[in-house]
């Protein structure tokens, strides 16, 4: 629980001078500082009521609402006002101000959400998604937010973690009574249900994966060699001419970053230069930040001449092979002779970045690797990196208590269950490594 004397305060909204700005405070004094602040007594909880908004010497800095909420009915968990005034930014000082000299101070970013979790209103997972929710850059990244707020990622990872920990009793209660070990039908018993949570937790992983890229975008990265169309792609894809195109090898010589949205769905594009042995000092250079980004990309989007395929593929094979998914475009299908056909792989596709031929389908496929193919986003959740990390680490010490299910590995298996177990409880705030919380909320705006 947070201390009830300490009252902080912020301004939470601001629509500037003709809109509605908001100054929002939370604590145990957040009634006496509107007292003082009105010159009357705070509203009854739960209704708005119209309050003239004083200075020290009485004076009135707005006309506004007054909304009361009294702890443990609010978002923090705590007493809660909102002030509700002109969005005027030079008015919305003026009242904070008013506020901090009353006894508030001023709320670092993210300690509302800060307090609604240590106070139990939502857990790690959810607060996150406040923040998801706020900055969401289109209606299907704020539904996604929505639902991990509304506890969607929370309910599978809590479920899970209680699988786990069903398990762990278990074994540590053979390990407790070693006059009676588990017999070989109890551990192969044990071994499927293990079999069954690691399934969970897959599918979990795969949409949490989901909802990370539909948070973040997609990072794909434009490579191939030199003249296959690079820049070409990336300006059919934009709709604008943010590349220099010439025929000349080795124009683009540093990354060029466009963010693009499709039905919804964002990426991050990153135009690099074409890789080839050899080029001038510049050009070197330009590769070698080429090659820096697919180490960091969801994506490889490779673009070949549709002429000589299999030339490109061999140019930039060893370049993409640690990139997670890789998608070969043919490009310049324009200048093959009609009636040639596709490439015929569910990895590859034939466009004409000239004509935008085939870009329709490939803004499809990048959509679909976004949201899964086939899928939707209607039962997307939102995620995180650090989520995605701490499931794949709970999947990795889940796959390390299989192996040891073993009479004479018991414990090994009951301390890869724990870990498990900690990497799920980190997730939604359980289990708490140093530093965590205030990673998490350095990332929110002031205010909420």
Do not use: Y
């Not at 509107?34 to 003239?52: D, F, M």
């Not at 009574?177 to 293990?194: K, Q, S, V």
């Not at 490889?300 to 549709?306: H, I, Q, S």
Request: proline share 4%; net charge negative.
């Amino acid at each position: 629980m947070v201390d009830d004397t300490d009252t902080i305060a912020a301004i939470a909204t601001g629509a500037g001078a003709a809109g509605v700005g908001i100054v929002r405070l939370s604590g145990g004094r957040s009634a006496g500082i509107v007292a003082a602040l009105t010159g009357r007594e705070p509203p009854p909880p739960r209704q708005a009521v119209h309050a003239r908004f004083l200075d020290a010497e009485g004076e009135a800095i707005d006309d506004g609402l007054v909304l009361r909420f009294v702890a443990p009915a609010s978002f923090t968990g705590e007493d809660v006002v909102e002030l509700q005034a002109h969005g005027s930014p030079v008015l919305l000082r003026q009242l904070l101000a008013r506020c901090v000299a009353l006894g508030a101070r001023m709320a670092r970013p993210g300690e509302f959400s800060e307090r609604a979790f240590r106070n139990g209103k939502l857990d790690l997972a959810q607060a996150e998604a406040v923040a998801d929710l706020i900055a969401a850059g289109d209606a299907q990244a704020a539904r996604a937010a929505r639902r991990s707020l509304d506890g969607a990622f929370s309910r599978r990872v809590d479920a899970i973690a209680d699988a786990v920990l069903a398990m762990r009793v278990q074994l540590e209660a053979s390990i407790d009574f070693a006059d009676e070990p588990l017999e070989t039908m109890a551990l192969d018993r044990l071994a499927g249900e293990l079999d069954a949570i690691a399934r969970e937790l897959d599918a979990l992983l795969a949409d949490a994966e989901r909802g990370r890229r539909l948070r973040d975008g997609l990072h794909a990265v434009i490579v191939g060699p030199p003249n296959a169309g690079k820049s070409s792609l990336l300006n059919a894809l934009a709709g604008s001419d943010r590349a220099i195109v010439t025929d000349i090898a080795g124009t683009t010589r540093d990354l060029l970053v466009e963010s693009i949205h499709s039905d919804g769905v964002a990426f991050t594009l990153v135009d690099t230069a074409g890789l080839r042995e050899g080029g001038d000092a510049i050009e070197r250079e330009g590769m070698r930040r080429a090659r820096a980004e697919l180490e960091r990309a969801d994506l490889a989007v490779v673009v070949l001449d549709a002429r000589d395929p299999d030339a490109g593929r061999r140019a930039v094979a060893d370049a993409v092979a640690g990139v997670p998914r890789v998608l070969w475009l043919h490009n310049k299908a324009d200048l093959l002779p009609a009636g040639t056909p596709g490439p015929g792989d569910a990895d590859s596709l034939l466009v004409s970045a000239r004509t935008g031929a085939g870009i329709e389908d490939l803004h499809r496929r990048l959509r679909g690797l976004v949201l899964g193919d086939g899928a939707g986003a209607d039962d997307a959740f939102s995620a995180r990196a650090r989520h995605v990390d701490g499931l794949r680490r709970a999947a990795g010490d889940l796959a390390a208590a299989h192996a040891a299910l073993a009479p004479a590995s018991v414990e090994l298996a009951a301390e890869s269950l724990r870990a498990a177990h900690d990497a799920l409880g980190e997730l939604v705030g359980k289990v708490l490594p140093d530093a965590l919380l205030g990673h998490v909320f350095s990332t929110f705006c002031i205010g909420k």
